[in-house]
């Protein structure tokens, strides 16, 4: 029986609609599902229309004019790329019907993703009805495209400074951190540790710091929205100037230059700060990977969604580096404002900027509730890798630092550094949504005010609530806010006797006697898990007494266990100037099986240098561990795994396995 394909109008038709039942419905289905995807990465609506026409037409037209080019040579050739095409655009449909089905196994899902790929392009080849069906099918595509790109929010070019006039002038950097706790900066003293994070110890110094500041919000979304407009947000408000119109960029945008860098939110009108053309090409670009990598969480069946990018990649230094750049060229009336999403998750930076590769953040995480699962070894350990990271927090502050002071700009300046909500890192507790157990948390972060030409500084105990910074501001200026707002001026009297954190599920309140007294328990278990001082926080564990010791020569092999590396081959060539180290050993128990609890000791070339356990995930037990990187050196390095086990009194230590080797 022969078969006559369709035109090629006809096939850029039917290409179209199952691109869209495949990947462009879906997609739009995914942003109007986020509505601030789009408007706070800028796209106005002209920008919404190109970038969905585009989703839409751009892969179907690039196949069709493909075939037409190859079908000029050979009708047959290009007949049957048309047929390649087919299964490549069911590719997707099949994914989700896998993804229906959910099955154990990647290998049963891509059965289930081939047999919908060969049966429907089998079917439309076959039967001539098929093919009509598709083609009447483009109506529901055409209404997705209209509807998304009418309704979707997004970025306004309109906008109006505010009519006021400061009495002062002085530059202004307001440096946002993401998801830092006050508590993990803390000692049991309740300072700042000067030793772990100097540079925020010096401007605690030199300026104020609010010790017992809250925030608001405890998502960035509504979070810094709050800090720029000294309002608490409501739910179904975006982080959009639309919704947010009266903030800190519409306040000094009459007099002051703006110098803005924003993450999660867009508060600042375009009309006040226009994007040049590289941040537009780095965003468009940063757009559809990011649209990319949500689209394959969405359709991805769980079992094979372990090897696809986390939806959130964390810290980008570009926007970060322009900002610090940018410094040098301040002057009297102008605004630097950075969110720098640090120490947010995923944790893989030291405090000396070195990457450790990407470190998956839910371990230990229940996936529906966001809560921390019982085993208090995974939760410690994501602890310790926040706290490593805010290391790094606190070296990227050292360059504002410096920045401003080497160019004269330091005593005069307005600094505000502040967090826009904690993390809790509890067993059984969530790690990010309020609760009234993790309250102390999440509620109380860092806020550090130095103003102009304040050279002795230290703690303010009085409550203060992130809603004040705009409204502190404002006084420091000598502005009378033209609107009213929550907030009040930190430089005014009063106090707050009750912490109150608007969370997405519900509304977490307790007097600032009990946060003050949460906050100080967890200071005190964070010193005793990792120490104070000297940087310990490698020293986790029961047996810390081997930490630093050699291996002994007659050490006993496990006859019925054995490790194999993941990706060891990383250790054979190491260079320690390069921005990543391999300070990260990880791997699954290949043979046997370590009893539940059971201490690992890590040996880097002879010396045990961290400690760990197995925990239970896809593919079996698994183990990974940070160590020091001054553990590593150039070159070849030798990383061995023992069990920690008793012989008598005596610790006994056995063999599990070793990296590989040099070739």
Avoid at 212 to 220: I, M, R, Y
Avoid at 486 to 494: H, V
Avoid at 517 to 541: C, H, M, N, P, T
């Amino acid at each position: 029986m022969s078969v006559e394909l369709p035109s090629f109008r006809l096939r850029a038709v039917h290409l179209v609609v199952l691109w869209a039942y495949g990947v462009s419905q879906p997609v739009f289905s995914l942003l109007e599902g986020n509505p601030e995807f789009l408007a706070v990465r800028g796209l106005t609506r002209t920008g919404v229309i190109v970038f969905g026409l585009s989703l839409v037409l751009v892969p179907p037209l690039i196949a069709v004019a493909l075939e037409w080019l190859v079908a000029r040579v050979s009708r047959v050739v290009g007949n049957v790329l048309h047929v390649v095409f087919l299964l490549l655009f069911l590719i997707p449909v099949g994914l989700q019907v896998a993804k229906l089905v959910e099955p154990r196994t990647p290998d049963t899902a891509l059965l289930i993703v081939w047999a919908t790929c060969v049966g429907g392009a089998t079917a439309y080849v076959m039967f001539r009805l098929v093919r009509l069906f598709v083609s009447f099918a483009l109506v529901l595509p055409v209404i997705g495209l209209i509807t998304f790109v009418v309704t979707v929010p997004v970025a306004t070019e309109e906008a109006e400074a505010a009519p006021v006039h400061a009495m002062s002038d002085p530059p202004i950097v307001l440096l946002v951190l993401d998801e830092l706790p006050a508590s993990s900066l803390m000692t049991r003293e309740a300072e700042i540790d000067e030793v772990r994070y100097p540079n925020f110890a010096r401007i605690a110094r030199d300026g104020t710091w609010y010790r017992n500041a809250t925030a608001v919000h405890d998502f960035s979304t509504s979070a810094v929205p709050s800090i720029l407009t000294g309002e608490l947000s409501r739910e179904v408000e975006l982080p959009t100037y639309s919704d947010h119109p009266r903030n800190l960029f519409t306040l000094l945008g009459a007099t002051y230059e703006l110098r803005v860098h924003e993450s999660w939110t867009r508060l600042c009108p375009l009309a006040l700060c226009p994007r040049g053309l590289g941040a537009q090409l780095r965003q468009a670009d940063d757009l559809y990977e990011d649209v990319g990598v949500a689209f394959l969480h969405k359709v991805l069946p769980h079992s094979m969604i372990a090897s696809v990018p986390p939806t959130f990649t964390g810290y980008d230094e570009e926007p970060f580096d322009e900002f610090v750049d940018e410094l040098p060229e301040a002057h009297r009336a102008t605004l630097h404002f950075v969110h720098l999403l640090l120490p947010h998750a995923p944790w893989h930076l030291l405090p000396s900027g070195h990457a450790y590769g990407f470190s998956d953040s839910s371990e230990g995480l229940e996936y529906f509730s966001g809560a921390w699962n019982r085993d208090s070894w995974l939760v410690e350990q994501a602890y310790q890798r926040h706290l490593l990271q805010v290391g790094y927090a606190d070296s990227l502050l050292g360059r504002v630092l410096r920045s401003l002071e080497e160019n004269g700009l330091y005593d005069q300046a307005l600094v505000i550094v502040v967090a826009d909500h904690g993390a809790s890192f509890r067993p059984g507790v969530p790690r990010r949504s309020v609760t009234r157990e993790n309250l102390a948390d999440i509620a109380g972060v860092p806020l550090i005010i130095k103003y102009p030409q304040q050279h002795r500084g230290g703690a303010d105990t009085r409550p203060a609530r992130t809603i004040d910074v705009l409204p502190t501001i404002a006084d420091v200026l000598g502005l009378r806010l033209p609107w009213q707002v929550r907030g009040r001026s930190l430089l005014e009297p009063g106090t707050a006797r009750e912490v109150v954190v608007h969370g997405k599920d519900d509304v977490v309140r307790a007097p600032v006697s009990e946060l003050v007294r949460e906050q100080r328990v967890a200071v005190r278990r964070k010193s005793a898990l990792f120490g104070e001082g000297a940087d310990s926080l490698y020293r986790i564990g029961e047996h810390t007494e081997l930490l630093g010791t050699r291996t002994p020569d007659d050490v006993h092999r496990s006859t019925t266990t054995r490790v194999r590396f993941e990706e060891g081959d990383r250790f054979v060539d190491v260079h320690t100037a390069s921005r990543f180290l391999p300070t990260r050993v990880s791997g699954i128990v290949e043979v046997g099986e370590v009893v539940r609890g059971t201490e690992l000791a890590i040996a880097v070339n002879g010396r045990i240098v961290a400690l760990g356990q197995c925990f239970r995930a896809v593919g079996g037990q698994i183990f990974r561990v940070l160590v020091p990187e001054s553990s590593l050196r150039d070159g070849y390095n030798r990383v061995d795994v023992f069990e920690i086990g008793t012989s008598g009194s005596a610790q006994r230590l056995v063999w599990l396995g070793s990296s590989p080797g040099p070739r």
